[in-house]
């Protein structure tokens, strides 16, 4: 198992439009290409701070590769 680690800062009032958003789209499988081979995601919260710490889980460093790529250019 591999995985992507990436920290996020912004507006505190936004967090939750946010994880709203990634968790309509792992519930509804829409993905965005490059990230279909994870295989979980871990999303940690400061809400006073405003920082949000993304842990992204791949199968194999294949995956990870791509999902990187894909994240990186989103």
Do not use: C, W, Y
């Not at 992507?4 to 499988?29: K, P, W, Y």
């Not at 295989?39 to 199968?59: A, C, H, N, S």
């Amino acid at each position: 198992m591999h995985a992507r680690i990436a920290t996020f800062e912004g507006d505190s009032a936004t967090i939750d439009q946010m994880l709203d958003g990634i968790r309509e789209e792992v519930e509804n499988d829409r993905r965005p290409p490059g990230l279909e081979d994870a295989t979980g995601m871990m999303v940690l919260v400061d809400r006073e701070q405003g920082k949000t710490l993304g842990i992204t889980f791949f199968p194999d460093e294949d995956a990870l590769k791509r999902g990187d790529e894909a994240l990186n250019n989103g």
